[in-house]
Every structure is written in C-alpha cells, then in structure tokens.
C-alpha cells in the first residue's frame, strides 16, 4: 500500500506566507529536541495535505545559529510528514547564477560550528550513534520533480544542480571567504541548509530545497557587496517564482508512488545506526 503523502514546507526569509494553504490551521507542537521556531501551519495545497513552518519563526526573529533545527525536522516527522520542501536564500559564487535565480542544490559544504547535528545525541529516545552517509545529500526523486515542474512552468534561471556552502552567520562572508569558496567549487553560499539537510536525512524524510540566489556575495570586483537591503528587495521581487514552483510540484509529488524510495531512505537510516555493545 502506497505511504500517505504529507509535505512539510520550511519557509525561509520572504517565504513564510501561510496564505499559500487552504483549510489553515495552527498546531503547536513540542518535541524530545525542544520547541520548532514557530507553530505548525496544517492544510491543503491543491488537496494535499501540507505544514508550513517558518525557519526564522513568523517574525524573522531567530538567528541562523540559534534555530533549534531538530525540533523543526522532528516536528514535521512527528506530525506525519514524508516530505521537506524548503527555500532558502542564498549568495551566488559564480557568474552564470545571477540574482533571482532559482537552484535545485544537490550537495553541500558545511562552515558552521556551533550546530547540533545529530538527534542520536545519547539521549534516551534514540540508542546508538548514527553514521548517516550523506551522498545523494537531498532527495534525487523530489529534486528530479522539482526540476521537471520547473521547466514545465517555464521559469527562467533555474539550475538544476548546484553546491551550497553553508556558513555559521549571522555575518556575511569576507571576500578572501568568498573566493575561497569559489576556488572549491562552490556555486551558493548560505547560513541554513546545514544542519537542516542532514537532520532531515536523519530522521527518514525526503528532503529538497529551492535556493534563490539574491547577490553576488562580495567577490566580484564590480557591482555592489551584499547587504540585508539588496538581499529581501531581491527576494521580494522574485519570491512568487519559488512559490509558483512549490504548489505546482506538491500535486506531482503527491500522485507518485514513494514506497520504494522510503523504504530504502529508511533502511540507509536503520543501517547507519551503530548500537553500544552488550556485554
């Protein structure tokens, strides 16, 4: 029997709007990892069940370092969620990504330092420590649908692949970061995907995230440095992009079989799973 499809959406900055759902409800929830940034939104895009959640909570209160990203992640698992779909914004580190793209990433670099990543933190809830392995590091079929539906909408500047090098914050990067980041490859760089990326692995979810680049971060020579006024003026002007994006890929989603691909996201998880040894 199929799995019910259940999509939680994490809004990032600018995309946080719960008017996107039908039937809204709020729910608070708690969790073993503490409180979420904010309730959970409950209803329907086109008949599918959803939860909205704002990263920053609704009033971009919470700073990057100090979202409780595992209470997100297990809430939205808690509730019932087969599915993450999130937006983030992002700094672009190369020429061809211009502000007000749309990325589909596919990998990730982690800079943060003060991050909890793990829910197998040796608490009594979850036994043994988790290995995870984090190749593919999103969802291949939910980014494979989002690209799909991207190109179907005929939305302009949208990438299907890209890695995003996820900085601790609240500060931007400094240019030699910036360059740094460019001579490793990197096509974004942002202060959210990680931990969120690797909790949501975690817990069984299938994961994908839409990036709006809104700058150029600071390592080109011409044009102006990024900054918070540039960044949401950015966003603002593009956001119906991303959320055009989400409610036409949520019904697609929802009409395909994941069975096999939960199955297996579950025994990778299962299978990462080292127990301490009974003497």
Known sequence: MRPAIKIGIIGGSGLDDSQILESRS???????????SDVLIEGKIAGVDCVLLARHGRNHSIMPSNVNY???????????????????????????IHPGDLVIPDNFIDRTTKRAQTFY??????????????????????????IETAKELGLAG???????????????????????????????VNMTLVPE?????????????????TDYDCWRDCGENVNVADVMATFKKNVTKVTALITAVIPKIAEMDWTETIGELTKTVNGSIMLPHAY
């Open 26 to 36: 709020e729910k608070v929830v708690s969790t073993h990892f503490g409180n979420p």
């Open 70 to 96: 595992r209470a997100n992640i297990w809430a939205l698992k808690t509730v019932g969620c087969t599915h993450v779909i999130v937006s983030t914004a992002t700094g672009s580190l190369q020429e061809r």
């Open 121 to 146: 933190d040796g608490n009594d809830m979850l036994v043994g420590v988790c290995h995870v392995p984090m190749e593919p590091a999103f969802c291949t079929r939910t980014r494979d649908v989002l």
């Open 158 to 188: 949208v990438h299907d692949k890209g890695t995003v090098v996820t900085i601790e914050g609240p500060r931007f990067s400094s240019k030699a970061e910036s360059n740094l980041f460019r001579q490793w490859g990197a096509d974004l």
């Open 197 to 213: 990326v690797v909790l949501a692995k975690e817990a069984g979810l299938c994961y994908a995230a839409i990036a709006m680049a």
